[in-house]
């Protein structure tokens, strides 16, 4: 595992850094978007700040979103308002911190994020089903599914390798990530909830399949 934190401010690009190396994950450093796109898509992971002195961290989110096994990313932000968390989040990051923050703390979620691995090349369209993950966008014979984030990355892990069966503690570790104490009853939820959108889309019933005492799928008959 090999990091990149891309931060103009000396200080918290060294403690970053230093804090994730100690951690057994070497990082090296850029101060600018130029320096970061040449090095990043290399890496497994991402720290980027949202302001930097030749453009926004966006921009670099939103290329490495459009990579197949593209690195997880951690935006760093001061603006502590929700907009720009949920910005940086539709652009394609994993996660998100605001300054100030624990380089402790940035290091436990960089740990969860990893531990889903890099991202999958999208899916190809199946049975009318279209995922554009660098959009965040899926449809189903043209007719755009409005799901949320969750169910989204629910969906993207599923049409990943139809007809795999993925086991509810699976699906917990590459949607949510490890340390979230989550019950079998808060997948089949979201299961039940992204099949209802499903539906209003003119999608077949069978497309997400439970197989009985493990699991779901995506159908490889639909």
């Known amino acids: 595992m090999r990091a990149l934190v891309v931060e103009d ?3 918290i690009a060294e403690a970053v850094a230093f804090a994730l190396t100690r951690d057994g994950i070497p990082t ?106 660098s959009r965040r966008e899926a449809s189903f014979e043209g007719r755009r599914l409005a799901l949320t984030k969750t169910e989204l990355d629910l969906l993207a892990v599923l049409a990943a390798a139809p007809g795999r069966v993925y086991t509810r503690g699976q699906l917990v570790e590459r949607v949510w990530g490890d340390g979230h104490a989550l019950t079998e009853r808060t997948v089949d939820s979201h299961v039940k909830l992204l099949r209802r959108k499903l539906d209003l889309v003119g999608a077949p019933a069978s497309l997400v399949e439970s197989v009985r005492g493990v699991g779901f799928r995506l159908s490889d008959a639909a």
């Not at 290329?63 to 951690?74: F, K, W, Y």
């Open 28 to 133: 090296t450093v850029a101060g600018t978007l130029a320096q970061a796109r040449g090095i990043a898509p290399e890496r497994d992971l991402v720290v980027v700040d949202l302001g930097l002195p030749d453009g926004s961290g966006y921009e670099l989110v939103g290329d490495l979103a459009r990579l197949s096994n593209a690195p997880r990313v951690i935006v760093l932000t001061s603006r502590n308002e929700d907009v720009d968390c949920v910005a940086a989040l539709e652009a394609g990051a994993d996660d998100f911190v605001t300054k100030p923050f624990s380089p402790r703390a940035l290091v436990a979620r960089a740990r969860a994020v990893l531990r889903r691995g890099r991202r999958a090349p999208e899916a190809a369209p199946r049975a009318g089903l279209h995922l554009d993950l």
């Open 9 to 11: 401010e000396a200080a």
